[in-house]
């Protein structure tokens, strides 16, 4: 690959993430939810239409349902018909039938004349205006045709979805059970917010962007909180992680630090790769498998960690919990800034995009670019992705961009 003959030594992350995702195959336990509560989970079956919605042909206005005579431009109103209800009487040419939004179009009625649109008087209407046939009328089967697929399997549930299958009227539905992950943190200087914080030690943060990410993304998450840089303490944490989860993630310790014992611990009880990725931020990650799950080692700084979850860990999840391939959507952007770049590695830089007057893409990179620095990512609406062989860029630039946030206001 490009990138790693540009930096020996270094996995291209293209390559990284096809490495992984070949490793992971969707889960295939399945059950049956409610529709309500299946929100965000991944749908085990294609769906069938097993019926037209709308059922009938129906009303789309509150009016009067005509049976057309182009002869004559006054109705007789024989009758009405409410939401729910059937009108019975088939009309003859020249009569019409009070009609609300979503009642059933009378038999012999072709068209419906909105009530604003016409003049009463008595048991007669006449028109105000010139009503063609099939006006105002709801099709039967025009939302959703009977025998059609609506949903395939592998489609992530968003609320919409869940509507179409209440409107065939499904109430439970087969999704694919929910991914569990256990997490955990190394580092002996790792404190828990809300603690004292003792000379030297620092607040531990990677778990608090992490268990939220995985929570909105509708994994089951276990946390093993922050364990200490002790090797039977992180022999201890790899082995109850992999009993509980289907996916371990830890942070810390995967770089060849004096006090770095996941390698150990991991040649011990797993089959895990350490890799040197070509990826800025996010050099070193593991990746590999325990006895019962899949185990990624994020690196400690917050922002490598981060990234390098959204990255590679993301896509691999979506994959196990049965969703249909992700890819990370890249837009084209304009720079309005110069960017610093060395080449040899893919470079994710944190920044925010906008839409300019004449509706383009433009991208400001965020000045700090450190991968400890997390307000970059708290600031940014998006990355700007450069390949590894991308040098420093000028301002006015086309760079592509992956948006992980909506665009700001400019
Ligand atoms: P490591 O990957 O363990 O060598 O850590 C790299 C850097 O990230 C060090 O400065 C650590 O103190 C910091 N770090 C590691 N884990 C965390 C964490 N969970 N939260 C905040 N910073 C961390
Ligand atoms: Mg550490």
Redesign the pocket.
């Known amino acids: 690959m490009n990138d790693a003959c540009n930096a020996p030594g270094l996995l291209a992350v293209d390559q990284a993430l096809s490495n992984i995702l070949s490793n992971i195959h969707a889960i295939t336990d399945y059950e049956n939810k409610p529709i309500v509560d299946a929100v965000n989970y991944v749908l085990a079956d294609d769906v069938n239409a097993t019926m037209n919605v709308p059922i009938c042909n129906n009303s789309a206005m509150d009016g009067y349902a005509l049976c057309i005579n182009e002869e004559q431009n006054q109705y007789q109103v024989i009758g009405s018909v409410f939401a729910g209800e059937i009108f019975t009487t088939p009309l003859q040419a020249g009569e019409c039938v009070r009609i609300m939004t979503g009642a059933a179009i009378p038999e012999n009625a072709n068209a419906v004349v909105m009530q604003e649109k016409v003049t009463r008087e008595a048991n007669f209407i006449t028109l105000d205006e010139t009503v063609r046939l099939g006006d105002n009328i709801r099709l039967a089967g025009e939302d959703i045709r009977k025998n059609t697929p609506i949903l395939h399997q592998g489609k992530k549930l968003k609320p919409a979805d869940i509507g179409l299958l209440a409107s065939i009227g499904i109430s439970h539905v087969n999704v694919v059970r929910q991914v569990t992950v256990v997490i955990f943190?190394?580092?002996n200087?790792?404190v828990a917010p809300g603690e004292p914080l003792p000379k030297g030690a620092?607040?531990?943060?990677?778990?608090a962007v992490l268990i939220p990410y995985l929570h909105s993304h509708n994994y089951h998450v276990i946390d093993l909180g922050i364990i200490p840089d002790d090797q039977q303490a992180i022999e201890d944490a790899f082995l109850q992680a992999d009993k509980l989860g289907d996916v371990v993630i830890s942070?810390?310790?995967?770089?060849v630090?004096e006090a770095?014992f996941t390698k150990e611990v991991l040649d011990k009880i797993g089959n895990i790769e350490f890799w040197k990725i070509a990826m800025k931020p996010g050099k070193?990650f593991a990746f590999g498998k325990l006895t019962n799950s899949h185990f990624f080692g994020l690196?400690?700084?917050?922002v490598s960690?981060m990234v390098t979850f959204m990255q590679l860990v993301l896509p691999a999840l979506a994959k196990l919990s049965g969703q249909q391939q992700v890819n990370n959507h890249k837009l084209t952007a304009t720079t309005t800034k110069p960017i610093k770049k060395r080449p040899g590695r893919t470079d994710f830089q944190r920044a925010i995009a906008t839409i300019n007057s004449s509706g383009h893409y433009i991208v400001e990179p965020l000045p700090f670019q450190g991968s400890?620095v997390l307000t970059s990512m708290s600031k940014a609406n998006c990355f700007i992705v450069l390949n590894a062989d991308s040098g420093s860029l000028p301002t006015n630039c086309s760079v592509q961009i992956e948006l992980f946030e909506q665009l700001s206001n400019s």
């Open positions: 943190s190394t580092g200087e790792l620092i607040y531990e943060s990677n778990r942070s810390g310790g995967v770089s630090g770095d070193p690196p400690g700084n917050p960690s400890g």
